[in-house]
């Protein structure tokens, strides 16, 4: 490795050709870079006292390309991003130059046309690949060549590219007096060069060092480049061109800069049944091709099962399915926001490809998908359990009764993670804050045009509050309300029964109920079917809100169904309790005082946690669960001793009556201990028994 400062033009100038591999991301700067770096060259000219403007890294591995004669082309791993927005801005500036209005500039020293042109953007000699000094791949370097060489664009050109050559050729215009300036500035800015040696430097750790300046490298960034930096070229290019472009492509540039991250977590999630943490998809994409299983596979293998699931991310998550059916369920999915359940989806998929799960059961599917996650928002239901539940989902099917078991494991979840049933989830809906509801225009939406072919655009309308949100209301509305108005207008204002769509919004203003009625455009002839029976009302009171209210969640249970089975079926697949043969008799301290006085309170306060929480007798201890052990406790002559299943450094603990036993062997599971002796101490131990259940409970966020 050799590592040089240098300024930046004499670094272009003798540099024959900078390739950028196919394996590096696309060219991603946007004109909030392209601006830093312009600012920054400019004030760097303008002040004599600035004697360089350092601008980053420009890494490269030396020899191993294929050379024809003398050219010598090198690769670089790191600079790319800066690297472009340079010859941008120099192929802007030649342009600017040559145009009559600027020639005056064209004596400063380097800055011609010509000298910039032959120095730092072509190799005027050369022909082909060879001309140019920077070389991108696929698309990016179609729309340089096109802006060096100032000829069209490729039909499909690189946006970034194109939108950035076109900023700096505005600044330019705009800031004529500014060019003395902006040469100074591009004379200062420096580098530093850092050579490696092919054979000798592993190029793929130096790359995950590298915080250079510009735009940081995403998880998928890493991830492209681990899987195709540090293979041979023929073989880049095949898993390029057949895998890792299509990707590209799926996504486009704008959603491949947003999601592709998202994806790989999914993926990885699908893969290895964990959830990694949003920073560190690319550690666990590490760990998970290097597990024995994906090495023995290879890494073609590998990557082509990234873009098989990389092609349903993008009909599900992106608005790629083509079946009208698939695409209005997936799109409601979206809209409802549910990240959470695509490593489900994704499996769900697959199945549906690969002809495993039908097109019917896989709408169906979703549509259960859609009602849990909205009725548990509906019933305020906390959402943190939301990963963990659709990440193991695919666990628990049975494939060859595929929607059968979707609906069984849905009804079988304990109760925070239930599946609302109609009645909770109709009172609830008739009570919540629906115009606050993060999304208000989902379920209006729904409610619309449920069972109708002919769908109304909900965005052309506005809501509209049929009982005003102005707090001074008028005397004809706390008239029709009656002596409790306010208590009514506080409770219900927000609420599905007031609340409806309208074009009129503007119109209807604070007016009586009977003026909203009756004019024109008013509830009357309303083609709005959530207004059906509005042009009937001669009142709107409390009453009638309940009333109205009552009839849409009535429609509701229908729009978002819960699943249903008959009784015979759901108990075949119901858990069976586990027989151990173990009672209390097998625990001699449990059957006289004080440890069985201690136990029976301990138990009672344990078991009223959570519906959900289960009581197993065994040999040595007693344990308590939900997903799995929370709490064990081992009876012993004058106390009980439990086991919290949470690790030590996050028990919130004031007393410090807890025990680290990480590397200790104890009967019972987790490295926290706690010993109670006596029952005034019991409020407490149960204080460090819930956050055990609660960290099982809510393990991990629902994003």
């Given at each position: 490795?050799?590592?040089?400062?240098?300024?930046?033009?004499?670094?272009?100038?003798?540099?024959?050709?900078?390739?950028?591999?196919?394996?590096?991301?696309?060219?991603?700067?946007?004109?909030?870079?392209c601006?830093?770096?312009?600012?920054?060259?400019?004030?760097?000219?303008?002040?004599?006292?600035?004697?360089?403007?350092?601008?980053?890294?420009?890494?490269?591995?030396?020899?191993?390309?294929?050379?024809?004669?003398?050219?010598?082309?090198?690769?670089?791993?790191?600079?790319?991003?800066?690297?472009?927005?340079?010859t941008?801005?120099?192929?802007?500036?030649?342009?600017?130059?040559?145009?009559?209005?600027?020639?005056?500039?064209?004596?400063?020293?380097?800055?011609?046309?010509?000298?910039?042109?032959?120095?730092?953007?072509?190799?005027?000699?050369?022909?082909?690949?060879?001309?140019y000094?920077?070389?991108?791949?696929?698309?990016?370097?179609?729309?340089?060549?096109?802006v060096?060489?100032?000829?069209?664009?490729?039909?499909?050109?690189?946006?970034?590219?194109?939108?950035?050559?076109?900023?700096?050729?505005?600044?330019?215009?705009?800031?004529k007096?500014?060019l003395?300036?902006?040469?100074?500035?591009?004379?200062?800015?420096?580098?530093?060069?850092?050579?490696?040696?092919?054979?000798?430097?592993?190029?793929?750790?130096?790359?995950?060092?590298?915080?250079?300046?510009?735009?940081?490298?995403?998880?998928?960034?890493?991830?492209?480049?681990?899987?195709?930096?540090?293979?041979?070229?023929?073989?880049?290019?095949?898993?390029?061109?057949?895998?890792?472009?299509?990707?590209?492509?799926?996504?486009?540039?704008?959603?491949?800069?947003?999601?592709?991250?998202?994806?790989?977590?999914?993926?990885?999630?699908?893969?290895?049944?964990?959830i990694?943490?949003?920073?560190?998809?690319?550690?666990?994409?590490?760990?998970?091709?290097?597990?024995?299983?994906?090495?023995?596979?290879?890494?073609?293998?590998?990557?082509?099962?990234?873009?098989?699931?990389?092609?349903?991310?993008?009909?599900?998550?992106?608005?790629?399915?083509?079946?009208?059916?698939?695409?209005?369920?997936?799109?409601?999915?979206?809209e409802?926001?549910v990240?959470?359940?695509?490593?489900?989806?994704?499996?769900?998929?697959?199945?549906?490809?690969?002809?495993?799960?039908?097109?019917?059961?896989?709408?169906?599917?979703?549509?259960?998908?859609?009602?849990?996650?909205?009725?548990?928002?509906i019933?305020?239901?906390?959402?943190?359990?939301?990963?963990?539940?659709?990440?193991?989902?695919?666990?628990?099917?049975?494939?060859?009764?595929?929607?059968?078991?979707?609906?069984?494991?849905?009804?079988?979840?304990?109760?925070?993670?239930?599946?609302?049933?109609?009645?909770?989830?109709?009172?609830?809906?008739?009570?919540?804050?629906?115009?606050?509801?993060?999304?208000?225009?989902?379920?209006?939406r729904?409610?619309?045009?449920?069972?109708?072919k002919?769908?109304?655009?909900?965005?052309?309308?506005?809501?509209?509050?049929?009982?005003?949100?102005?707090?001074?209301?008028?005397?004809?509305?706390?008239?029709?309300?009656?002596?409790?108005?306010?208590?009514?207008?506080?409770t219900?204002?927000?609420?599905?029964?007031?609340?409806?769509?309208?074009?009129?919004?503007?119109?209807?203003?604070?007016?009586?109920?009977?003026?909203?009625?009756?004019?024109?455009?008013?509830?009357?002839?309303?083609?709005?079917?959530?207004?059906?029976?509005?042009?009937?009302?001669?009142?709107?009171?409390?009453?009638?809100?309940?009333?109205?209210?009552?009839?849409?969640?009535?429609?509701?249970?229908?729009?978002?169904?819960?699943?249903?089975?008959?009784?015979?079926?759901?108990?075949?697949?119901?858990?069976?309790?586990?027989?151990?043969?173990?009672?209390l008799?097998?625990?001699?301290?449990?059957?006289?005082?004080?440890?069985?006085?201690?136990?029976?309170?301990?138990?009672?306060?344990?078991?009223?946690?959570?519906p959900?929480?289960?009581?197993?007798?065994?040999?040595?201890?007693?344990?308590?669960?939900?997903?799995?052990?929370f709490?064990?406790?081992?009876?012993?002559?004058?106390?009980?001793?439990?086991?919290?299943?949470?690790?030590?450094?996050?028990?919130?603990?004031?007393?410090?009556?807890?025990?680290?036993?990480?590397?200790?062997?104890?009967?019972?599971?987790?490295?926290?201990?706690?010993?109670?002796?006596?029952?005034?101490?019991?409020?407490?131990?149960?204080?460090?028994?819930?956050?055990?259940?609660?960290?099982?409970?809510?393990?991990?966020?629902?994003?």
């Amino acid at each position: 490795m050799k590592a040089n400062e240098a300024q930046l033009l004499k670094f272009l100038k003798k540099i024959e050709q900078l390739q950028v591999p196919i394996y590096q991301r696309m060219y991603s700067w946007t004109e909030r870079e392209c601006q830093q770096l312009w600012d920054d060259i400019v004030r760097s000219g303008a002040n004599d006292d600035i004697s360089a403007h350092f601008v980053g890294s420009i890494v490269y591995i030396e020899g191993g390309l294929h050379q024809i004669a003398n050219f010598s082309p090198v690769l670089v791993i790191d600079g790319q991003q800066r690297l472009t927005t340079v010859t941008l801005l120099l192929a802007a500036l030649v342009k600017a130059l040559e145009k009559a209005e600027v020639r005056e500039h064209e004596s400063v020293d380097d800055f011609t046309p010509k000298k910039l042109r032959n120095y730092y953007l072509v190799n005027p000699e050369e022909s082909g690949e060879h001309r140019y000094k920077l070389l991108l791949s696929q698309t990016d370097g179609d729309s340089l060549i096109a802006v060096v060489e100032g000829t069209e664009p490729p039909k499909e050109p690189s946006l970034r590219v194109m939108k950035n050559f076109a900023f700096f050729e505005a600044k330019l215009a705009e800031h004529k007096s500014l060019l003395p300036s902006l040469f100074k500035g591009i004379s200062k800015l420096m580098v530093v060069d850092l050579a490696l040696n092919r054979g000798q430097d592993n190029p793929q750790l130096i790359f995950e060092s590298m915080n250079s300046t510009g735009r940081e490298l995403s998880q998928a960034d890493l991830i492209r480049n681990f899987l195709l930096m540090g293979i041979e070229p023929r073989l880049q290019s095949k898993l390029y061109d057949r895998y890792w472009h299509p990707i590209e492509l799926d996504f486009g540039q704008e959603a491949y800069d947003t999601h592709f991250d998202r994806f790989m977590r999914h993926y990885l999630t699908v893969k290895t049944g964990t959830i990694p943490k949003q920073d560190e998809v690319y550690e666990a994409f590490k760990s998970y091709a290097r597990s024995p299983q994906v090495a023995e596979l290879g890494i073609e293998v590998l990557v082509g099962d990234i873009r098989e699931f990389a092609q349903y991310f993008c009909a599900m998550a992106l608005g790629g399915e083509t079946d009208p059916e698939l695409k209005r369920s997936f799109r409601d999915l979206r809209e409802l926001r549910v990240d959470v359940a695509y490593p489900f989806l994704l499996e769900l998929y697959r199945d549906y490809r690969a002809d495993i799960l039908a097109k019917d059961d896989l709408v169906e599917a979703v549509r259960l998908i859609e009602a849990y996650v909205f009725r548990r928002a509906i019933c305020a239901i906390p959402t943190n359990s939301l990963n963990k539940t659709f990440a193991t989902f695919i666990k628990a099917l049975k494939k060859d009764r595929y929607l059968e078991g979707i609906k069984a494991h849905f009804l079988g979840l304990p109760s925070y993670r239930r599946f609302p049933g109609d009645e909770e989830f109709h009172r609830d809906l008739q009570t919540r804050d629906l115009y606050n509801f993060r999304s208000r225009s989902y379920w209006l939406r729904r409610l619309e045009n449920y069972g109708h072919k002919e769908s109304v655009q909900v965005d052309e309308y506005t809501i509209e509050h049929i009982m005003p949100q102005n707090e001074t209301l008028s005397s004809a509305w706390k008239e029709a309300l009656g002596p409790n108005w306010k208590t009514i207008h506080q409770t219900w204002l927000h609420t599905l029964g007031n609340l409806t769509l309208t074009g009129y919004n503007s119109e209807y203003g604070d007016r009586a109920f009977i003026e909203k009625r009756d004019m024109k455009g008013g509830f009357a002839e309303s083609p709005i079917r959530l207004n059906a029976g509005l042009g009937k009302l001669e009142h709107w009171n409390e009453d009638a809100i309940k009333e109205r209210a009552s009839t849409l969640a009535d429609l509701a249970i229908d729009v978002w169904k819960s699943p249903t089975l008959p009784a015979s079926v759901l108990q075949t697949y119901q858990e069976k309790t586990q027989i151990t043969g173990y009672g209390l008799s097998d625990h001699p301290y449990l059957l006289s005082s004080p440890t069985c006085e201690l136990f029976e309170a301990l138990r009672r306060e344990v078991l009223a946690l959570d519906p959900c929480v289960t009581e197993e007798l065994l040999k040595l201890y007693v344990a308590y669960k939900a997903e799995t052990n929370f709490v064990d406790v081992v009876p012993q002559s004058k106390r009980l001793r439990l086991s919290l299943n949470i690790g030590y450094v996050e028990i919130d603990d004031p007393r410090g009556i807890c025990k680290d036993v990480t590397l200790l062997g104890r009967w019972g599971n987790g490295d926290v201990e706690v010993g109670f002796s006596a029952l005034d101490e019991l409020p407490y131990v149960m204080g460090l028994v819930r956050q055990a259940l609660e960290k099982q409970l809510g393990n991990g966020s629902d994003q």
